[in-house]
C-alpha cells in the first residue's frame, strides 16, 4: 500500500492511485451498491459533533450512491492514530486535518493533492491566506473548513466602569489592568503559560520561532528575547494575574473569564460557545473582541489555527471521487454557515458570513480581527516547535528558570526538530 500512496504523491490526478485497499471504508462496497467512505471527525464530541453527523445525513440524503460512516477520534489522539493508520489498511478516506498536520502528511504523501478537483471547486472563495497554509510544496492538500486566531477578548462592563478601551499596545494593556484593578477591584489581565498563546508577542516584534526561509532558529534571538520580555512582563504588576503553572491553568482562566473576576484575556473562537454559559456573559453583547495588542515594531498578529478537510491518497479512484464529492458539500457555503450558526466556529469563506451568521457577536467579532491573523509556514515540523517552548515557558514564569536559560534550552531542543536549520 506504501507504494500506492507513493504514486499518488507524485501526480495530483486521483486516477493514478493504483492501490484498492481504501482504509476502512470499501470493506462493506458492493459491485452495484454504494460506495461507502469513512471521515476521521476531530471536533469536540458533545459541542460541534452533532451539527456535522447532520450535515452527514443531509448529503447521504442528496447522494444516494455514497455512504458516509462517521467516526468521532479524539482530537489529542488523531494525529497519531492516522499516521499509523495512513501505513496500513485502516486509514480514512477523509480527515479533519488540523491545520499545522497538513504539510506533515502532505510531506509523508498521505494526502491527495486537491488542485483542479470537485473539492476545491469554488476555491476562489475561500480567504487566500487558508489556502496558502494548506499549501505544501506548491500543492494544495486541504479544503479549509474552520478557522480560528487569538484575539483579546474583554468585558465591556468592567472596561467601561474602569473608564478604558481595549488596549493598542502589550503597554497600554498593561496600564489599563491597573486602572482595571484600582476601579473594580478586578484584575485586569490574565496571561497564558502555552507557547501558542505567547506566538502574539512574536509576531509584535516581527519574528517567529524560526525564519522557515531563511531556514534559521529564530527563538532565542534578540527580537524573540524581547518578545519573551514583554510576555513575562504581563505576570507581574497591579491588576496583573500571576503565572497559573498547573495543568488546570486553562481552565482556571476561562472560568474567572467567563464569571468575572477577570476583564481580559487572549482567546479564540472555540470558547465563543463557553463565553456565553458564563454569568458574565448571560448579555452576549458585553463580550468585546479585539485584535491582539501590538509590540514595539507597531504591528498586531496572532496564530492562524482551524482545520483542514484532506482526502487520503491511498484508496481507490471510487473512494477518492466520493471523497472529494463529500469535501465539496461539508466545505460548501451553505454547510459553512450551518456550522457557524450550530456550532459558533468561523467560516473560512467570505460568502458564508452571512447577515444571520454575523449576528453573534462572538463570530462578528472574531471576524472583524482575522486581518491580523499570520498564516504558518508551510513547514512539516512547524506545529512541533511550540512543545519545547511548553516545557520551557511555564518554568521561566514562575521563576524557576531565567529567561535566557529557557529560550536557549528550547533552542537547543527546536535544532533536533529542524536539524537543517542553523542558529
Not at 462493506?28 to 476531530?42: E, L, Q
Not at 480560528?148 to 465591556?156: C, G, P, Q, S
Not at 463565553?275 to 504591528?299: C, M, R
Request: hydrophobic share 40%.
Amino acid at each position: 500500500m506504501r507504494r500506492g500512496i507513493a504514486a499518488t504523491a507524485l501526480v495530483a490526478s486521483f486516477a493514478l492511485a493504483a492501490t484498492a485497499c481504501g482504509g476502512d471504508s470499501d470493506s462493506g462496497d458492493k459491485a452495484d451498491g454504494p460506495v461507502t467512505i469513512t471521515w476521521w471527525d476531530t471536533s469536540n464530541a458533545t459541542n460541534e459533533a452533532p451539527t456535522y453527523q447532520a450535515l452527514v445525513k443531509e448529503f447521504e440524503a442528496a447522494n444516494k450512491d455514497i455512504k458516509v460512516k462517521y467516526v468521532n477520534v479524539p482530537f489529542d489522539q488523531a494525529q497519531n492514530k492516522f499516521d499509523t493508520a495512513a501505513g496500513s489498511k485502516g486509514a480514512p478516506d477523509v480527515l479533519r486535518s488540523e491545520v499545522g498536520w497538513t504539510p506533515a502528511f502532505a510531506k509523508k504523501g498521505f494526502f491527495l493533492p486537491l488542485d483542479g478537483t470537485e473539492a476545491l471547486a469554488e476555491q476562489d472563495q475561500f480567504q487566500s491566506s487558508l489556502i496558502e497554509q494548506a499549501q505544501y510544496e506548491g500543492k494544495t492538500y486541504g479544503v479549509p473548513f474552520t478557522t480560528d486566531t487569538l484575539a483579546l477578548v474583554y468585558n465591556k462592563e468592567l472596561f467601561e466602569k474602569a473608564g478604558v478601551e481595549a488596549p493598542k499596545t502589550w503597554d497600554d494593556l498593561k496600564k489599563a489592568a491597573a486602572t482595571i484593578k484600582d476601579k473594580t477591584g478586578v484584575d485586569g489581565y490574565w496571561g497564558s503559560t502555552q507557547a501558542y498563546y505567547a506566538q502574539s508577542f512574536l509576531y509584535g516584534e516581527g519574528t517567529d520561532t524560526v525564519d522557515a526561509d531563511a531556514k534559521k532558529i529564530t527563538v532565542a534571538s534578540p527580537e524573540a528575547k524581547k518578545a519573551y520580555e514583554t510576555w513575562l512582563g504581563l505576570f507581574d504588576g497591579k491588576g496583573l494575574h500571576k503565572a497559573d503553572t498547573t495543568a488546570d491553568a486553562y481552565a482556571h482562566i476561562q472560568d474567572a473569564f467567563v464569571n468575572g473576576k477577570v476583564a481580559a484575556i487572549i482567546q479564540g473562537p472555540w470558547e465563543i460557545t463557553n463565553f456565553y454559559k458564563g454569568s458574565a456573559f448571560k448579555d452576549k453583547e458585553n463580550l468585546g473582541i479585539a485584535t491582539v495588542p501590538a509590540g514595539s515594531s507597531g504591528t498586531a498578529g496572532a496564530p492562524t489555527g482551524g482545520h483542514n478537510l484532506s482526502v487520503y491518497a491511498g484508496s481507490d479512484q471510487a473512494h477518492q471521487e466520493a471523497a472529494l464529492k463529500f469535501v465539496n458539500f461539508m466545505t460548501s457555503a451553505k454547510a459553512q454557515e450551518t456550522i457557524a450558526l450550530k456550532n459558533n466556529t468561523l467560516p473560512t469563506r467570505d460568502d458564508a458570513y452571512t447577515d444571520e451568521v454575523k449576528a453573534d457577536p462572538g463570530i462578528a467579532g472574531y471576524q472583524g480581527v482575522l486581518a491580523a491573523a499570520q498564516p504558518r509556514p508551510a513547514l512539516p515540523e512547524y506545529s512541533s516547535l511550540w512543545g519545547p517552548l511548553d516545557d520551557e515557558l511555564p518554568q521561566i514564569a514562575s521563576g524557576k528558570e531565567s529567561l535566557d536559560k529557557g529560550l536557549g534550552d528550547a533552542e537547543t531542543a527546536i535544532a533536533k526538530l529542524v536539524p537543517d536549520f542553523s542558529k
